[in-house]
C-alpha cells in the first residue's frame, strides 16, 4: 500500500513551492503522479452605483486578474514539479464560488491523499480554502501542512490521537503508508476512562495489535488533560515524543463545529508546529 495519486491544492502561488518540495521529498524514490489545482471564478457580479447595472469594465477588468493568477499559479506548479523531477499534471477549474479545496473535490475523490499548506496568520495571510469540503466532501485524508510547509524527510516519528472512534480508526488506517516508514510511532490517548468507545483497562491495546500485524510497532501512552485542553494535552505528547507528523480523525454531526472546527482539530491546524494527516 502505498499513495500514488497526490491531489495538492493551491490557493495561492505562495503556495506552490512548499507543497511541491514537501511531496518531492516524502515521496521520494515512490512512483507518484502529482496533481495540481487552483480554483478561480467562473462569473463576476458587479453592480455600479447609482442604478445598480453591471459595470462591464471591472467584470472584464476581474476576468483578466483571474486569468493571471491561473496562468501564474498553473506557470510556478510545472516548474516546480519538473525541477523536482515529479510526474504531474495542471488542473485549472473554474466554479461560482471560486474556491480552490471546492473545486477539488472531484479530483480529491480519486486521489489516494490530498495536500494542502494552512495559512501563515502571523503574516496575515488568509484561509483563502474551505477545508471543511475537503474533509468531509473530499472522502480522502487529506495532510495538512504547517504554514512553512515543512515536513521532515524521511517521516520518522508519529503520534497517533486515538479515542477509538469511526474517525480516529480512518485516519489511523489511511496513514499506513507513513507508519510503516517511521521509526516511532505512538498512540496517545487522552483521559481514556471518559472516552466513550474506549476500553480504559486496554486504552490503545486493540490498535497497536492491529498494527503489528502490518510491522509497525506502537507504543501506547495515556495521558490526562488536568486543567488544560486535549488539544494541548496531544500537543504536549508530540513535542516530547519530538514527533514529525500527528495522524486524528475529523468529527461529524453533533460535534463537528464543537470539536472540529472550534476545539482539538481546529488548535491544531492553527497552532501545530508539524504536519497533521486527518480523515473522516
Given at each position: 500500500?502505498?499513495?500514488?495519486?497526490?491531489?495538492?491544492?493551491?490557493?495561492?502561488?505562495?503556495?506552490?513551492?512548499?507543497?511541491?518540495?514537501?511531496?518531492?521529498?516524502?515521496?521520494?524514490?515512490?512512483?507518484?503522479?502529482?496533481?495540481?489545482?487552483?480554483?478561480?471564478?467562473?462569473?463576476?457580479?458587479?453592480?455600479?452605483?447609482?442604478?445598480?447595472?453591471?459595470?462591464?469594465?471591472?467584470?472584464?477588468?476581474?476576468?483578466?486578474?483571474?486569468?493571471?493568477?491561473?496562468?501564474?499559479?498553473?506557470?510556478?506548479?510545472?516548474?516546480?514539479?519538473?525541477?523536482?523531477?515529479?510526474?504531474?499534471?495542471?488542473?485549472?477549474?473554474?466554479?461560482?464560488a471560486g474556491d480552490s479545496a471546492l473545486s477539488a473535490l472531484v479530483s480529491a475523490r480519486s486521489a489516494d491523499l490530498v495536500v494542502v499548506r494552512q495559512p501563515d496568520r502571523s503574516a496575515n495571510e488568509d484561509m483563502a480554502s474551505n477545508?471543511?469540503?475537503?474533509?468531509?466532501?473530499g472522502g480522502r485524508p487529506v495532510l495538512f501542512l504547517p504554514p512553512s510547509g515543512k515536513l521532515a524527510a524521511p517521516i520518522r516519528r508519529i503520534v497517533i490521537a486515538w479515542d477509538g472512534s469511526r474517525e480516529a480508526a480512518r485516519a489511523a488506517h489511511d496513514a499506513l503508508p507513513l507508519l510503516k516508514a517511521a521509526e516511532a510511532v505512538d498512540i496517545v490517548i487522552v483521559d481514556p476512562d471518559k472516552l466513550p468507545d474506549i476500553d480504559a483497562p486496554l486504552a490503545g491495546t486493540d490498535l497497536a495489535a492491529c498494527l503489528s500485524r502490518h510491522g509497525i510497532h506502537a507504543n501506547v501512552t495515556t495521558t490526562s488533560r488536568g486543567g488544560g485542553s486535549t488539544a494541548k494535552a496531544i500537543m504536549a505528547q508530540a513535542t516530547a515524543s519530538n514527533a514529525?507528523?500527528?495522524?486524528?480523525g475529523a468529527y461529524t454531526h453533533q460535534r463537528l463545529r464543537e470539536w472540529l472546527f472550534g476545539g482539538v482539530t481546529r488548535a491544531f491546524l492553527e497552532n501545530a508546529p508539524v504536519a497533521v494527516l486527518m480523515s473522516r
Open positions: 500500500m502505498a499513495y500514488h495519486t497526490i491531489l495538492a491544492v493551491l490557493a495561492t502561488e505562495a503556495d506552490v513551492a512548499p507543497v511541491t518540495r514537501a511531496i518531492a521529498d516524502f515521496a521520494a524514490g515512490s512512483s507518484v503522479h502529482l496533481i495540481g489545482c487552483h480554483g478561480e471564478p467562473s462569473q463576476f457580479v458587479v453592480l455600479s452605483a447609482p442604478i445598480d447595472v453591471p459595470d462591464a469594465t471591472t467584470i472584464a477588468a476581474l476576468y483578466e486578474q483571474a486569468d493571471a493568477r491561473m496562468r501564474e499559479v498553473g506557470d510556478a506548479f510545472s516548474k516546480a514539479c519538473d525541477t523536482a523531477g515529479l510526474s504531474h499534471e495542471w488542473r485549472p477549474v473554474r466554479s461560482p477545508i471543511e469540503a475537503l474533509l468531509f466532501e514529525d507528523l500527528v495522524v486524528m
